[in-house]
Structures are given as C-alpha cells and as structure tokens.
C-alpha cells in the first residue's frame, strides 16, 4: 500500500523506525499547544492606533473603509456608496443575525435577499468576523451565516465589521476562533473553510503588472462599526513605539 | 510532462535569440525585484522570520511522518479523505477515478505545479474530462498548449501582444471590433469566459500550499479568487499535495506565511488565503460535498536523509529564480521541465533523474544570489555543486571536460608544477592580450567566450606570485 510504502521510506531515510511513544506525546502536546512564534512589532499597539493601522492597510491593498458610529448607521453608508458607485440598491445579504438586525427599513430603496450568492448577484453585504491590523485582512469563517460564495462571486463585496473586532496578529485571529467556534462534525473548532481576505481581486499575470478585479470582487468595501470606545480615534498622543513578542521554544529541544 | 533538459544548451540558445522572449524577461523582472525589496525593507523582522521559518521546516521534516499520519486523522475527523499516492501514476489514477465517479465532465483548476508535475491535464483529457485551467496565467497557457515558464507567474514569458493575439485567434465569437487597448480588456474578457465554466463545472482541482497537522486543512494563496471558486463551487473538492507541504499548527502556518507573499510577489500577505477543513457541513450553504486529498511522495521521500534533503522546506516563493541571473536571460522553458530556476536544477535532478539533467545544476554561475534571498535559507548552490560532484562521478560530464578537469587535478596536486604552468600561461596570456581590456575569443577555449570576455591579466603575475610579493613587503 502506498500509505506504508511512503512511511516506511521517510522513517528509512530518517534512520529509525516510527517514532517512540514518549517523542510522539511530545509532538502531541507541540499540536494540543500550537506554541507562537515571533510575531512582528508593527501591530503591537494601542487600540486607537491598531484600528486606525487596519484601516490603513485596507486602504493600502486598494479596499475602501467607511466608519460609523453604531449598526444602526450602517444602512445609510451602504445606501450612500452603492449610489457613490453607480450600482444598484440590490444586493445579497449573509443570513447572519447580526445582519438582520440591523434597522433596514431605514432605507426602503435598498433590496436584498439573505442567502448564499449566485452567479447573477451584483453586490454582497457580508459580516465581517475578524480583522487583522498587520496586514488589513478580513477574516471569513464559514458557517449557515457566512457563506463562502459572497466573497467570491459578486463584482462589488461590501463588509460589516465591528471595530471590538479588530486584532492585530493572526495569531490572535486564531485565538479568538478557537475561543468561539465549535464544529459539530469533526468536534474541532475549524470550520469547513476560513478565507483571510486582503482587498479586493487582482492578476499580475499580464506582464506582471497589476490589475484589479480578477476573478473575485472587483471593489471591497469595509463599513466600519465603532463599538468599542477603547477604539475611537484620538488626538495624536505620545504612543511607545511596538515592540515584537518573541516566541516561546516551538517544541523541546527545538 | 516530457523533459527536454538535456538539450539545456540548445533551449537556452533558442531563448537567447528570441526578441519577445528577451523583451518579457526584462519587462517582468525588474517588478519582482523592486516590490520584494520593498516588502522586505517594511518588515524589520525578516531575518529572524527566515531561521524561524527554516527550524520549523527542520523540525516538520524530522517527524514527518508523524505529521502526516496526524494530519490524516484530522482530515478523516473533518469529513475528508486522504488518498496516499506513491508514485505519479498513482495520483494520476486516483484523481481520474474521483472524477469518474463524480460524473465529471468539466473540471475547473487552480494553479497547481504538482498538477504539473503529474501531468493531470493530459490524463484527464485521454478520458474524455475536460480540464479548464482558470488562473489567468494559466488559461492562456492551456489555450497555447504550453507549460508554465515560471512556478508563480505561468506566463512570465509573454507579451501583451501576445495574449490579444491568442484571444483573437481562440476564443471564435470574438468580434472583430472589440478592442483590448489595455491589460484590463484582456482580464475582462478572460473572467467572462470563464465565469461559466465555475458555474459548470463538477470537480474542482487545487494544489495546496500547506497542509496543516493541527487541523486537517489545506491552504492556497491567490491573489484571483481563481482557486477559491474552484473549491467552492463544484460538488467535489480534489486538492493535490505533495508529502512536505505540512506543517503541525496554524502559528507556523502563519509565520510561514509571512514569508511567502513578501518573497514572491512583494505583497505583504496575498489576497485570499483560504484554509479547508473537510466537507460541507450541515447547515452551510455552499462549499463541495466531498472533500478528497490526494497526497504525493513521487520521488520525495527518498531525498530525506540525503544531501538534499533541505530542499524539501521549499515553499514555491519563485524569489530564487527572479533573482537568478542565469533564469533572467534564458527563461523557464529552457529548463525543460516543471521547475526552472536554481530550486529547478536542484529539485528536477531529485525527481527525475541526473542522467537526463546533468546539464541543470551546470547552469548557473554560483553568484549565491538565490541562497541570499530564499526565505527558507535553502543552501541552493551548495546542493548543486553536489549534484556536479554526483554527476562526475557517475561520469555523465562530456569527454572534453574530463580531460580537462583530470589536467587540473594532476596539476593542482602537484603545488610546484602549479605554480609554474600559471606562470607561463598567465605570461602568455599578458603577452597575447597586451593593449586589449578582454579577449572576444581564444583558441580552444570558445566554449567560455562564445558566452562572455575573458579579461586580459594584469601585470603582476599569478596570484601566488602577487600574494608572496605583498608579505615580503609588509614584513620588509
Ligand atoms: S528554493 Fe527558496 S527561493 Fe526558491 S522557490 Fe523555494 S523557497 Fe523560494
């Protein structure tokens, strides 16, 4: 069997046979613990200034952020930059709570459907899980409210994201997935799939110069809900310059 | 796919003297050079990325087999299967089966170099399923009927001229009016014809960057969303994976992460990064029903334990061959195989063979410039030196080298008789080229100046002559 004849030719080539139990629990306990590395000093900062780096590095990855003061502004900025761009006031909507709790009737020209995305839909309104200030990415877990398919097939994706949702490394991003999210099926907390999302669609496939809007969205627009004072933006103070965070030893001996 | 190596030295000629060949090189190099350097510039941390990069991979390699087996377990957990393949034929049977069983009649692609390696497209065609590449890069290359030029940039050897040009003779219910006065025509009219064959298609095919022990994922980066609509959309999922690609967690994921997109294509982090854990779960609403990985060892596990057992922490960054010099003027395809560049010529001799490669570790002028820039502190030159060394011994080099070579060393033994016939060449040598900067050429040595000048000598003498005179004089 190919499985056995693989195996058996790493562990020849490693010199030994399978690996002894108390080596094995070692590794284990290296998976149970998922140790951090060095994470870089750019995102180690203050809540104002960490949200305000995301912002920038979303903006800087070509997307477009609009903040707002609380959920229930969110309909008149979606109204305003689906008008800004000369698109339609139709969009699909991510079947998610969050979503639905937001005052829509607010704004009675906007039309949706809360459901995964066809191939036909212009606009997406997807909830945003998590952002990432070290590089301005999006974090997408799937689930019955977020489906995949709105970051994919709509020309126009446009993302609600809660401002207390803002980290600053991915391993904080993964910290707080594992905190919150239970799979049912394999009882781990990955779900079926997790997108981490840096702006919008691009190629530089043509002479190796960049284009936007390859096969995904062509524009990403992030609607910026601050609710969490920590977080407003404030008078330039003086701020310690970010230090990085070592890691600890990945494993013993290592 | 079919290994034109051997006829390394005609394909790098042909590439020479190929003006739009020439002229993509050097539009397309330039731009990775200048957007690395700018990512790496922004990230102080960099180095210490490499080596923490570089332990974790030593790490992986040394308990790879547990990893593996680990991974597995996770995979089966998440709804998924693992499909062990040892050999290319066996991957090759295996995807073909899963297709059938699916019903497959199109099959959409995300850029997969292992795909390449196996030669997937040709198999699946022989059975009557259609493949449809849809990275952009890729699908012209499929309309072209070519490989890849580059492990990143498929189509790093064409012009713009050339894309409208294939646009216009293939896809046949173009009219004739339509103009593609800028890159975005081309991209515009790529994404609409293959907008129907994601919608269409039955089976999905990715490769995988990383497979992750912890959780039982794989993980692509893309900056199209190509390979996320190709995973997304079908019923089934097949994701090829060679046996290196995993990792134990997510933080080392992560903090390989960190290195990948900045050595490639300068970004920061790609577009879409996108971990899959299995199947559907109940209540999704979209994402395949089946999940099936299909993972490789063909020729890999017998390099560890060996002298190029490093290669194996290669993560695909392409940083190597963009800053080759070598790969800069003759291209990927002279390579003649799946992988051009210094990770080619040494990773080709390990998968297919030194007999039929021996000419690729040649092809290279050890400037360590790859070395320096690998973010996985891969020691490329060092590897091909052993690959020369392998091939002398197995006498694979050519009559004339040997000769000479075996000259050298029957001097180089002798440290007098060295000493003198330096002497009496470099004299000739001064007393030939005396007025000249260079030699253009020299009697049975056109092999190094049909390629390049040989500068005249400087008066001084050898360097063994040079150096003594020196100490005499600092301890005079
Ligand atoms: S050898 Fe190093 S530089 Fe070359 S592709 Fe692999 S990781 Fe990148």
Same mark, same amino acid.
């Given at each position: ?16 046979? $399978? ?57 008149? +900025? ?29 704004? $009675? ?62 391993? *904080?991003?993964w910290d707080l997935l594992r905190a919150e999210s239970q799979d049912t099926r394999s009882g781990g907390f990955m779900p079926r799939n997790v997108m981490l999302v840096t702006g919008p669609s691009r190629s530089a496939d043509i002479e190796q110069t960049l284009e936007l809007g390859a096969h995904g969205p062509r524009r990403l627009h992030v609607v910026l809900v601050d609710d969490d004072p920590a977080a407003l933006p404030m008078a330039d103070a003086d701020v310690a310059p970010p230090v990085s965070v070592p890691g600890g030893p990945a494993a013993p001996g290592d | 796919m079919h290994v034109t190596s051997p006829a390394f030295k005609e394909n790098a000629a042909r590439a020479l003297a190929n003006p739009g060949l020439q002229k993509a090189l050097g539009t397309a190099k330039g731009a990775f050079l200048a957007r690395r350097a700018a990512a790496v510039a922004a990230l102080p941390e960099f180095e210490r990325l490499r080596e923490i990069g570089r332990d974790i991979k030593n790490h992986t390699l040394a308990n790879l087999d547990f990893y593996l087996e680990a991974y597995e377990a996770k995979v089966k957990a998440a709804g998924g299967q693992v499909h062990w393949c040892s050999t290319a034929d066996d991957a090759r049977a295996t995807v073909l089966a899963i297709c059938r069983r ?11 170099? !292992? ?39 498929? +189509? ?50 990715? %490769? ?34 060679? !046996? ?6 997510? *933080? ?29 779960? *109940? ?5 395949? *029903? ?28 392409? +940083? ?112 030939? %080229? ?12 056109? %092999? ?11 008066? %001084? ?16």
């Amino acid at each position: 069997m190919s499985k056995d004849a693989i195996l058996g030719a790493i562990r020849r080539g490693l010199k030994r046979g $399978p690996l002894p139990a108390d080596q094995a629990a070692m590794l284990q306990g290296r998976l149970a613990t998922h140790p951090r590395h060095l994470i870089p000093a750019r995102s180690r900062l203050p809540r104002p200034q960490q949200v305000a780096l995301f912002v920038r590095n979303v903006e800087k990855e070509f997307g477009t952020v609009e903040r707002v003061p609380d959920l229930a502004a969110v309909p008149a +900025a979606v109204a305003d930059y689906l008008a800004a761009q000369n698109l339609p006031s139709r969009f699909v909507m991510a079947p998610h709570a969050e979503l639905a709790g937001i005052p829509w009737k607010d704004r $009675p020209l906007l039309e949706f459907e809360a459901r995964r995305a066809e191939g036909s839909d212009q606009v997406s309104l997807q909830h945003g899980y998590a952002g990432i200030a070290e590089t301005g990415t999006l974090m997408f877990p799937s689930e019955a409210g977020r489906p995949v398919t709105l970051n994919l097939l709509p020309e126009t994706e446009i993302v609600v994201l809660r401002a207390s949702r803002i980290r600053g490394a991915y391993e *904080e991003a993964w910290d707080l997935l594992r905190a919150e999210s239970q799979d049912t099926r394999s009882g781990g907390f990955m779900p079926r799939n997790v997108m981490l999302v840096t702006g919008p669609s691009r190629s530089a496939d043509i002479e190796q110069t960049l284009e936007l809007g390859a096969h995904g969205p062509r524009r990403l627009h992030v609607v910026l809900v601050d609710d969490d004072p920590a977080a407003l933006p404030m008078a330039d103070a003086d701020v310690a310059p970010p230090v990085s965070v070592p890691g600890g030893p990945a494993a013993p001996g290592d | 796919m079919h290994v034109t190596s051997p006829a390394f030295k005609e394909n790098a000629a042909r590439a020479l003297a190929n003006p739009g060949l020439q002229k993509a090189l050097g539009t397309a190099k330039g731009a990775f050079l200048a957007r690395r350097a700018a990512a790496v510039a922004a990230l102080p941390e960099f180095e210490r990325l490499r080596e923490i990069g570089r332990d974790i991979k030593n790490h992986t390699l040394a308990n790879l087999d547990f990893y593996l087996e680990a991974y597995e377990a996770k995979v089966k957990a998440a709804g998924g299967q693992v499909h062990w393949c040892s050999t290319a034929d066996d991957a090759r049977a295996t995807v073909l089966a899963i297709c059938r069983r699916a019903g497959a009649r199109t099959v959409t692609k995300g850029k997969s170099m !292992i795909s390449e390696e196996l030669g997937i497209n040709q198999h699946l065609e022989a059975h009557g399923i259609r493949p449809v590449e849809t990275d952009l890069g890729e699908y012209i290359l499929q309309l072209r009927q070519e490989a890849p030029s580059h492990i990143i940039a498929p +189509a790093f050897h064409l012009n713009r001229e050339d894309w409208e040009a294939d646009f216009r003779r293939l896809h046949t219910d173009l009219p004739a009016d339509r103009v593609f006065a800028e890159r975005r025509d081309i991209m515009t009219e790529a994404r609409g014809k293959l907008r129907g064959s994601f919608l269409a298609a039955d089976v999905g095919i990715t %490769g995988a960057n990383f497979l992750i022990a912890e959780t039982g994922s794989s993980v692509i980066v893309t900056n199209e969303g190509n390979g996320d609509l190709t995973q997304t959309l079908p019923r089934v999922h097949i994701a090829l994976a060679s !046996i290196e690609k995993v990792v134990p967690t997510l *933080e080392d994921a992560t903090s390989l992460l960190r290195l990948l997109a900045r050595s490639a294509t300068g970004q920061d982090f790609s577009v879409y990064t996108t971990f899959s854990t299995g199947a559907r779960r *109940e209540a999704d609403l979209d994402g395949p *029903e089946e999940y099936h990985v299909v993972l490789i060892d063909n020729g890999r596990s017998n390099m560890i334990g060996t002298d190029f057992q490093e290669m194996l922490r290669c993560i695909r960054c392409a +940083a190597c061959m963009n800053h080759c010099p070598v790969y800069g003027v003759v291209g990927g395809h002279a390579y003649g195989w799946v992988y051009p560049g210094p990770m080619g010529s040494v990773l080709t001799p390990s998968l297919v063979g030194i007999e039929k490669t021996a000419l690729l570790p040649n092809a290279s002028t050890f400037c360590g410039r790859c070395e320096s820039v690998c973010p996985m502190k891969i020691p490329l030159p060092k590897m091909m030196r052993h690959w020369r060394e392998r091939e002398f011994e197995r006498h694979l080099t050519p009559a004339g080298i040997r000769g000479n070579l075996g000259a050298w060393a029957f001097l180089a033994r002798r440290p007098g008789l060295y000493r003198l016939a330096t002497r009496a060449a470099i004299g000739a040598l001064g007393l030939l %080229g005396r007025g000249k900067g260079a030699f253009r050429s020299l009697p049975l040595a056109g %092999g190094w100046t049909g390629g390049r000048d040989l500068p005249v000598p400087e008066p %001084g003498g050898t360097f063994m002559a040079r150096h003594a005179k020196t100490r005499r004089q600092r301890h005079a």
